[in-house]
């Protein structure tokens, strides 16, 4: 398959050539794919460490993703779409074919347009480079004979190619366990640049593929490098200055936020966390782990653990905690409403529907028996027309997960832990009550 | 105004020539200015990103305001004292004048002494490594011809004044809602160098003026050049290494704070924060924000939001948050008084006294309610000798603050929040008793 | 003493050798001695700002100090071991004796072997370095007269010294206050490296003995130099970034951590903290300061303390504040047991037994009262055999210090604090009961 390729000289043709891979037996479209460029271990030279993807492709571009699978196919690699992702060295002769398939949009591609084929020419423009720079580009000029130049090319070939291995391709085909490094910072790129809900992916066996490395800004480096380095690093003063050690980046460290999105400490957030356009974290108590983060504009002074996503207009007080899948809460995720606000110092372990209220230093877990009168009972109802109010006025915290306009305090006069109506607006939902 | 000016020779020429010039009708003494160096954008390069301020004058060298004023207009500059502040570039006409009217404190100016005198010094230095460096220095060199000359000197300056862009000079005539990053940055400078009282100056307009940026240790960069750029940065490893996306930078860019303070982290002080010597910021919860600070040697472990002071000889600990006017508080900015204690997680919202304490975990707002016994009435009276007890047992927080000496607390055996006679010395000012 | 020293050929003679200079009279074996490379001041160029050891050797390798000590003598250090440490700079004369002495070692040196002799032939590099590339070295091969290459040989030596000087060797004969900043490092390393146990060192002196810097990466820097030079580096867009000031660098500037420890930021961690491996530091509300940390695998979101030491398969929740003696704990100094919890925003500030925990947002102090039923009391027992129960149900928090098994939580109908069995497992040792 993928032999006789004609190459397109207009849009149609370039069309006709896609329907035209795209209908090949056995192929498939991925749910994502992506050129990126991997850090690689200074001991294990073949190890991805990171990598860098300057452009996600998710749910988008199946053009792109064929024209790629059918010039990897041509340049010798064999596409393996049966498994739930594929994983492959860029090499010069893909470069090649794909720049010639994209024919008709080469010209275009700048800017914000065609992406993945400014990929493509900026590689092509290196693999020049290289070939330039070369000390036997200079010798060649000197010789006539063909088999020289023959040689001359095989040998180039073989350094462009070793340069470019640093370049990956991955399509992803399923969401399946992860399966390498390449595809575990895909998954977690589409989750931090939005193109996927929060706690939509699998995400199983990215603490197992993920290599835990010391940082020292955007680089990664073996620990075992750095303790079989100690003595000259430390001795020549070369000794990297390390920000991290952990198997995730920093959000920041691959991800551009939005004009009004503010992170005031690059540590706060982790790669894999989702942040809506002006969200704004503090760098006191606050820190948003991967799988997590906010739905539109929050103020996060605390802690979104894991699996916690938080609503729009919401404000997570300094230093308050919503618990996350991986610790506190037994698997039961929790969602933050809108426009609700969660004390200095609370700690919040059952789900929240909107406008509601945790007051400073006040810990609601699904546990906590809280008191409700008949009154507020009534007023909560309101907002919460599908729900059905407790014959007691003692519930436990779970009893009231997901509900609108709660406010949680403790009555300083006794101790007593008590839910009212909060002063919020809510505004419902017509269309679901 | 400002012509033929007598280059003065001794200090009294100087002080004359000062006189003179503020004897001029429509001269206004600045509040505040500063020379300092810009950092523009790489997309919008007239765009301020920010300001670096080595010396900031603020209610003094009212002479070298003078001198700077009549320097500009001598080079072309009409300075504009009629608005609330004043913005110009800095050019060579500009220095070469001002350092003629500083020639008496020329061979002074090292140290600590004429620091304005220095920073001109310096610029002039750059300026004739700029004229040395530039390949038409080279040229002249080999033609005699005065039109050649006259040509090359013309050159020379523009090329000169192109790079003087960078260099900025600012007065400040009025404390007025900020109009410009120049200004928004001697205002946060003048605060965060102690220049001024906490909250005492107009910050109205900074946020709106101040752009929100990508910092990289002390370089900011617009995130739409990092955008255009992605794909070359990422690709060819040369993406800058983001410490954090703020509108502010952190106080050590620009501060070098006294020698018996520590700062931990330098994501944990907001420039624009004051910290007076011998203030410790450790790096668990901590934070200061702008506008906020210490008045004495202060333990920081924990949060003082936006418009908060704290006194002498207290202790912030880990976690204690004490609420800002951004959030919280409804406008009523706190003030801790000295020799207070603010417990582990504690959150503080009323202003407090000296001396006083807020026990570990404990929660104190404008409406907890709190329960003061005729003893504690008794002894807090002592201390506090202008106030006058409630007539009933039962307070609320906003009752109370501003008094000295107490402690709060909750009693763990009903859960009640109490209030007594802090263990600790409080000394009475006997001027205002 | 340490003359006419016979260079050994073979391990017997080299054991011999270090048995006859450990017989001399005086000699002293230390307890602890490393080689390192110091930063010095830029104002203070003998002022040492920071150790850098990339082998410590603590309680072995006696051999090695023995060699030391006489190369030191030979090459006209006096090593004085009569106090309870000795500094020295490394010098030429030195390093050739010392390596001489190594003779039969210095083949298997490298990798993980006799790695004081790797830093031995690595300056011994560095000085074959400088003079090959001193300009005298190539004037001295156009001259054969002997005068000159005596002279020849007596400046480079005086080069090569002055460069060495940033090599400093102490040896610390007992665990005295610390007298020095190379003393205060060792120390340091000792505990970060777990050669010693947390708490088991004299630290007195450490902090009027290290300088107070800023950081810049690895790099320390004079406040004083910032100040002196602020004009030029500021104009000149030279600023360091700075990111701390503080008297002690962090772990991570030193020590490189297990495979499977995680340190998420670089801050959170003080050099002289012990870190078991396994452990894994989240960059929210945690911190864990010098002589304080861990004994195996822990979860820490929260604060550990100085002095404070956490037992392996527990969990310091985020927030979560265990009090050091610093402040808020009289100098009683906290240990927590194994497979502990200590909830979001909890405070601890008494030492646990093994299986405890500590509800979110609970608050147990010393004086802290909580109620312990009989029921309670009963199962308490069974796990802590040698505990007598109280009298009364309601105790102090410092009555419960160290039991194991104990579960603090607050009643939220009535604001009780109470204590129950943790539903944690304990797994008693039978040897102690």
Not at 8 to 35: C, D, H, K, M, W
Not at 74 to 94: C, I
Request: charged residues 20%; hydrophobic residues 40%; contains cysteine.
């Amino acid at each position: 398959m993928f032999t006789n390729i004609k190459i397109p000289q207009t849009s149609e043709e370039f069309n006709a050539l896609v329907t035209s891979i795209e209908a090949i037996e056995g192929y498939r479209r991925p749910i994502g794919f992506a050129i990126g460029r991997a850090d690689l271990g200074e001991l294990n030279k073949d190890k991805v460490l990171q990598m860098s993807f300057p452009v996600v492709n998710w749910g988008n571009n199946f053009g792109s993703a064929a024209i790629f699978t059918a010039a990897l196919q041509a340049s010798g690699v064999e596409v393996n779409s049966t498994g739930s992702e594929f994983v492959a060295d860029v090499n010069s002769n893909f470069i090649e074919v794909a720049l010639k398939m994209f024919v008709p949009y080469l010209d275009e591609a700048k800017g914000n347009e065609h992406k993945n084929v400014q990929i493509l020419k900026h590689i092509k423009a290196e693999i020049l480079r290289t070939i330039n720079n070369s000390p036997k580009a200079v010798c060649i000029e000197f010789t006539t004979k063909p088999s020289d130049n023959e040689e001359f090319v095989k040998g180039m070939q073989k350094e462009v190619d070793e340069k470019l291995q640093k370049y990956k391709i991955v399509f992803l085909y399923e969401d399946a366990p992860v399966e390498s490094v390449e595809t575990a910072y895909l998954k977690l790129y589409a989750l931090s640049l939005g193109k996927v809900p929060i706690r939509s992916l699998n995400l199983n066996g990215v603490f197992g593929i993920l290599p835990n490395v010391a940082w020292s800004g955007n680089i990664p480096y073996e620990l075992d490098w750095l303790r079989e380095n100690e003595i000259s690093l430390k001795l020549d003063n070369d000794y990297p200055n390390i920000d991290s050690v952990d198997k995730f980046p920093r959000y920041l460290q691959h991800i551009i936020p939005a004009d009004n999105t503010r992170i005031l400490e690059a540590s706060k957030v982790r790669m894999g966390a989702q942040l809506a356009a002006g969200t704004t974290v503090m760098p006191g108590a606050s820190y948003i782990n991967f799988n997590a983060g906010t739905l539109g504009p929050v103020m996060v002074e605390g802690r979104i653990s894991s699996s916690a996503i938080v609503g729009a207009g919401s404000d997570i007080g300094g230093g308050a905690s919503i618990l996350g899948v991986l610790s506190g809460t037994d698997g039961n995720p929790i969602s933050i409403g809108e426009n609700c606000l969660l004390g200095a110092n609370s700690v919040t372990g059952i789900p929240l529907g909107d406008a509601c209220i945790v007051d400073a230093g006040v810990t609601i877990l699904a546990g906590t028996k809280v008191l409700m009168d008949e009154d507020e009972k009534a007023k909560i109802s309101l907002i919460n027309p599908t729900w059905v109010p407790m014959q007691v006025d003692l519930c436990n915290g779970s009893d009231l997960q997901g509900l609108n306009g709660l406010h949680f305090r403790q009555d300083s006069t006794t101790g007593e832990m008590i839910v009212r109506r909060s002063t919020r607006e809510v505004v419902l939902n017509e269309d679901l009550h």
